[in-house]
């Protein structure tokens, strides 16, 4: 039997009450009884009159049986009365009510969570009845109570705006103090975010889910946020509440680092955690009142196993871990008491008030507010603790950092000295080497100019004279660059005859095919003009790097040379050359390489050279504009082709050598300046020996000569400002 509750009963026979039309709320006495759910009305009606009256409010518990509750009303007074009547819980799932009336009973209405809310009679957070009762007129009524929830019932009659006032300033209650819940909530996750610190996530969250569960709890939730949902209005009772649980475990382990300071503690709590989602999956997809009962025993068992755990803590802790601790041993005690509440045991509501939970709420969030706020003060001592170390330690390491810039600078400028000599070291080298590579280079050209007296000697002669002043080119190059006139590459533009161009690479490229008993070819394709502008030494390099390689790799083969010219517009065109030979070829795989310095081939190192050809021709192509390409295969021989562009010389005005008879005119001081600053010392020099022929000029080429076969750039360079006040024809 469940009866424990029938300690209240009458030994008197149950007549019927009599409602005063004054009085604003009237408790009732009835009759309860409790069934399987498969009698009717008038089964239980005969049953009743065994089971004792009862007043005040009846603790049920969890039960699957069907209880009835028998009320008879009497209005002895001479006017009709409208009274509502209240069941006095919001979490019952089924309530149906009956009258008898005419030898029957007849059905009135459903309430409760399992019916929409638009379907009850009065719509209300609790499930409430509309009673109307005729002037000296009394009526019976039954009420078939069910719920899967925590039963507990408090009937009562009430008058409409006595209950509707009740009700104003019991939700006035609730929403003050869950507002302020909501807002303990917000200032955690504010905490969160600034701190970046899990505890008060999670404290905002348990917070937040408190809040919901109560406002499930008190029938706010069916009456404001799903009233048509029948099934999750049962389900939110203990879905809420579980999550609030399982975050506020969550809060304890990290609020208190249990990990780190009590590791038994921290395994207890994770032990709790599953508990507690165990159960929450239990209610949720299997059976509601075991998962709800899991919960609570969760509950009970909490206090007994925080409290040591807390004492503990206060021992190591500081005043953050007392308030903690305090907050928790009265939230706890608040739970235990709502847990003996829908178990049936303890109407606590009744012994401690109806809103002692939110109070036990309030206070509990009270404490850990303060513990918060003490940790919030601590964390900010340690973040200005770790600002000052960190200052003194960025004080600290700019001292040292400005001790070895210091040393760092010294050696620097060291470096920069040593570097500085050695340079003036490696121009004075280069002056000397090409001083002596230019001596012998002058006796080759004194030696063939006498050599061209002689028929049959004369071409043999002039393309000695030729190489050896493309020689002194190359020397001139090597002392700009001693001279430090070379570190822009700029391309040395100068008007020339591409017929005559092509003639000279030509007679050179016969002699190199010679070598190695190849033919030479050469294919000119295009109206080309008569001269361009362009850089014609590099071009002239590019040509010699590429046609040398070829006749050093091709043997008993043909070399040919293929040009052609296309105009661009009426002034400058595109002119294409193309090297080709019979010789090895070049494998796929290597034809990355061969214009990379210093790299050479398997099949090239049978051959002299160091690997520099191909590269300084390629790099010369591109200063041009152009890009130097292969197409090769093993065996089949090699090509190597590019376009550069260049400008018609029609549309240029080509620069003539000056008259050196009299004075020197101002276009000649100008080109002698400009070689003397670029060092073009053989320009210097031809011009010398044809001024030197003049007495006027005599001393001034006599003064030229001896710089320039001393490499003397600081006399040369007083030569030019002399001549810039000389006077000009």
């Known amino acids: 039997m469940r009866f424990l509750f029938y300690f209240l009963f009458s030994v008197f026979a149950y007549a019927g009450q009599d409602i005063k039309p004054t009085a604003a709320y009237f408790p009732l006495q009835y009759q309860l009884i409790e069934d399987d759910g498969l009698r009717t009305p008038a089964q239980i009606d005969a049953l009743l009159p065994e089971a004792p009256v009862l007043n005040g409010p009846q603790q049920l518990g969890y039960s699957n049986s069907v209880f009835w509750l028998k009320l008879k009303l009497n209005n002895a007074s001479d006017q009709p009365l409208i009274r509502w009547l209240d069941i006095g819980a919001p979490r019952w799932q089924s309530v149906t009510l009956y009258q008898h009336a005419e030898g029957q009973w007849r059905y009135i209405a459903d309430a409760g969570l399992d019916t929409p809310l638009s379907l009850h009679p009065v719509k209300a957070r609790q499930a409430v009845f509309v009673v109307p009762l005729a002037a000296k007129q009394s009526a019976t009524y039954l009420i078939r109570l069910q719920s899967k929830t925590s039963m507990r019932f408090l009937p009562g009659l009430w008058d409409p705006l006595a209950y509707k006032d009740k009700e104003i300033v019991s939700s006035l209650w609730a929403g003050g103090l869950l507002g302020a819940l909501m807002i303990v909530a917000l200032c955690c996750f504010c905490l969160f975010v600034f701190m970046r610190d899990t505890a008060f996530l999670f404290h905002g969250l348990a917070v937040l889910f408190f809040v919901l569960n109560e406002t499930c709890m008190r029938g706010y939730g069916a009456l404001y946020l799903w009233p048509e949902s029948t099934i999750w209005s049962v389900h939110s009772l ?22 780190a300071l009590l590791p038994w503690g921290d395994t207890v709590l994770k032990l709790m955690l599953v508990w507690n989602s165990l159960a929450m999956i239990v209610a949720q997809c299997l059976d509601y009142q075991r998962g709800t009962q899991l919960g609570l025993a969760l509950i009970l068992i909490t206090v007994p196993v925080i409290l040591p755990m807390c004492i503990q803590l206060i021992r190591k802790g500081g005043l953050a871990i007392r308030y903690f601790a305090g907050g928790v041993l009265v939230l706890m005690t608040g739970n235990i008491f709502r847990a003996l509440d829908l178990f049936g045991i303890l109407a606590s509501d009744q012994v401690l008030g109806e809103h002692y939970m939110l109070m036990v709420i309030v206070f509990s969030m009270l404490s850990f507010l303060m513990a918060i706020i003490d940790r919030v003060m601590l964390a900010r001592q340690e973040k200005e603790s770790v600002q000052k170390t960190l200052i003194h330690t960025l004080n600290m390491q700019q001292s040292i950092l400005e001790k070895t810039v210091a040393g760092r600078t010294a050696e620097l400028t060291i470096a920069a000295d040593e570097a500085q000599a050695a340079n003036r070291l490696k121009t004075k080298l280069l002056a000397y080497i090409s001083h002596d590579l230019r001596a012998p280079l002058s006796a080759m050209i004194a030696s063939a100019k006498l050599m061209r007296k002689d028929e049959s000697c004369s071409v043999f002669a002039v393309q000695i004279e030729r190489a050896a002043k493309q020689q002194l080119e190359l020397i001139d190059e090597l002392l700009r660059f ?54 014609w030494r590099r071009l002239r390099q590019v040509l010699q790097n590429l046609l040398s390689n070829s006749a050093k790799f091709t043997r008993y083969g043909v070399i040919s040379l293929s040009t052609e010219w296309r105009w661009l ?161």
């Open 482 to 535: 001693s001279h430090g006139e070379m570190a822009d590459e700029n391309l040395q533009l100068s008007v020339a005859s591409l017929e005559e161009f092509i003639a000279d690479i030509c007679d050179q490229a016969t002699l190199l095919a010679g070598q190695y008993q190849n033919r030479f070819l050469i294919v000119q394709r295009g109206d080309a003009p008569p001269a361009a502008l362009t850089d």
């Open 238 to 259: 203990s879905f809420f509440g579980q999550v609030c649980t399982l975050f506020f475990l969550l809060f304890v382990r990290n609020f208190l680092n249990l990990p």
């Open 569 to 729: 517009d009426s002034q400058s065109g595109v002119l294409k050359i193309v090297v080709d030979d019979t010789g090895l070829g070049i494998n796929q795989a290597d034809q990355a390489r061969i214009f990379l310095p210093f790299e050479r081939i398997n099949s090239a190192q049978a051959q002299e050279g160091h690997g520099l050809g191909l590269a300084i021709a390629s790099q010369m192509v591109k200063s041009m504009g152009g890009e130097l390409k292969v197409e090769s295969a093993l065996e089949r021989g090699c090509r190597f082709y590019f376009s550069v562009r260049m400008q018609s010389a029609g549309a240029l005005p080509v620069q003539q050598k000056p008259e050196l008879s009299g004075l020197l005119p101002l276009a000649v001081v100008q080109q002698l300046r400009e070689w003397i600053a670029s060092g073009e010392v053989t320009a210097l020099e031809e011009w010398a020996d044809t001024a030197g022929q003049s007495a006027e000029h005599a001393r001034l080429a006599s003064q030229i000569k001896e710089a320039v076969y001393l490499l003397d750039f600081t006399k040369l360079q007083e030569l030019a400002d002399g001549l810039a006040v000389e006077p000009t024809a």
